[in-house]
């Protein structure tokens, strides 16, 4: 059995200006925006989501996908911005123009490929620590834990904007070495010819 973690399309998954991205989007210049993409439910750590949107009113939470937690989508705040379904192309855009991205989950072993093409567009992410991942700046693996996950965002906003544009570059060569179609091509392929 070989475990192969799934390739991210970099060349469609890349570093846009957040600027243009945000302004294509009507999105504000300014705000801190942080996002999550997939099934919105408890196994994808909802529970956990939802405290972060309660306690960072000053967040705006783009939220894509199928709303499956009544407890968000009940939820009467000013700082969340629902989508049930973008095109990859569109989700290029909005990748684009957040600054952090949150892919907790309680199922599956991997990072995801959500996770994946957030750091691709240069967004750092939030996952979860129960699996081993090559040490990388920009990628937070967090317990299951609403305040620890809380402080990893306030410390994540508290760092300068140069540091936060830095870490967009790490993050996009963390996938390029490690989850693109080049780097795992050769594992593939000894994969499937063995």
Request: net charge positive.
């Amino acid at each position: 059995m070989h475990f192969l973690p799934a390739p991210v399309d970099s060349e469609l998954f890349k570093i846009k200006n957040r600027k243009k991205a945000r302004e294509k989007l009507s999105l504000n210049k300014v705000k801190k925006i942080m996002l999550y993409a997939g099934r919105i439910s408890y196994l994808k750590c909802s529970d956990i989501l939802k405290d972060l949107i309660i306690k960072n009113p000053d967040i705006q939470f783009i939220l894509i996908g199928r709303m499956m937690d009544p407890n968000i989508k009940n939820l009467n705040v000013k700082n969340i911005i629902y989508f049930e379904k973008k095109s990859s192309e569109e989700l290029v855009d909005y990748y684009n123009a957040s600054d952090l991205g949150f892919y907790m989950t309680r199922s599956g072993g991997g990072m995801g490929i959500t996770a994946e093409e957030l750091l691709s567009c240069g967004v750092p992410v939030i996952i979860p620590n129960n699996f081993e991942l090559p040490e990388a700046e920009g990628i937070y693996q967090a317990p299951y834990d609403s305040d620890k996950v809380n402080q990893i965002v306030r410390n994540f906003f508290n760092l300068e904007k140069t540091e936060r544009e830095k870490l967009r570059k790490k993050t996009r060569k963390f996938i390029e070495e490690n989850f693109s179609y080049n780097a795992l091509k050769e594992a593939y392929i000894d994969a499937h010819l063995k």
